[in-house]
Each structure stands twice: as C-alpha cells, then as structure tokens.
C-alpha cells in the first residue's frame, strides 16, 4: 500500500517501525524527565509543604466543606456522565 498522497514509494509496513521508534524515544524522555522533576523537588524544599498539604488532606477529606460539597458531588456527576456516555456507546 503507498502513501495517501501517492507522492512517494513509502508503504505502511516500511513506517512502523519509526513509529515504534518514535514511542520508544519519548517514553525515555519521559522517564527523565518525570527524574529530573523528583530531583528538583527534593532540591528546592518542595517535599515538605507538599507533604503537610497531603497529610491535611487525608485528615479532612471526610469532614471539610470543600471536600463534602465540593470535590464529592463533582466526582459523583462525573462517575453518572461517564456511566450514561457508556451506556450509550454499548447500545
């Protein structure tokens, strides 16, 4: 099979390997650079306050307004869109 534009003699099996290649490389630029962003937040002090903020959350997620009235009812519209949206899509 030739390129859709017909301008060139490239088939679909001679691209995929590039296109594995492709994935490939950027997977690996991913990993680094999710690394060099842990690296950054143990070097600028930003572990602490995240951490403080986490332990807040866990201790408040039950009780705080803006968890009860805020985040609950938005993630239970979501789970009930989502849920109809599939629905739909099965038939």
């Given at each position: 099979?030739?390129?859709?534009?017909?301008?060139?003699?490239t088939?679909t099996?001679?691209?995929r390997?590039?296109?594995r290649?492709?994935?490939?490389?950027?997977?690996?630029?991913?990993?680094?650079?999710?690394a060099?962003?842990?690296?950054?937040?143990?070097?600028?002090?930003?572990?602490?306050?995240?951490?403080?903020?986490?332990g807040?959350?866990?201790?408040?997620?039950?009780?705080?307004?803006?968890?009860?009235?805020?985040?609950?009812?938005f993630?239970?519209?979501?789970?009930?869109?989502?849920?109809g949206?599939?629905?739909n899509?099965?038939?």
């Open positions: 099979m030739t390129h859709a534009l017909g301008s060139g003699s088939t099996s001679e691209r390997p590039l296109t290649l492709t994935i490939s490389v950027s997977d690996v630029v991913l990993v680094l650079c999710a060099a962003a842990v690296g950054i937040v143990y070097r600028f002090g930003v572990k602490a306050p995240v951490d403080r903020f986490q807040w959350v866990r201790n408040n997620q039950f009780s705080h307004p803006v968890f009860r009235f805020g985040f609950d009812p993630g239970r519209s979501l789970k009930w869109a989502i849920r949206f599939a629905t899509l099965q038939g």
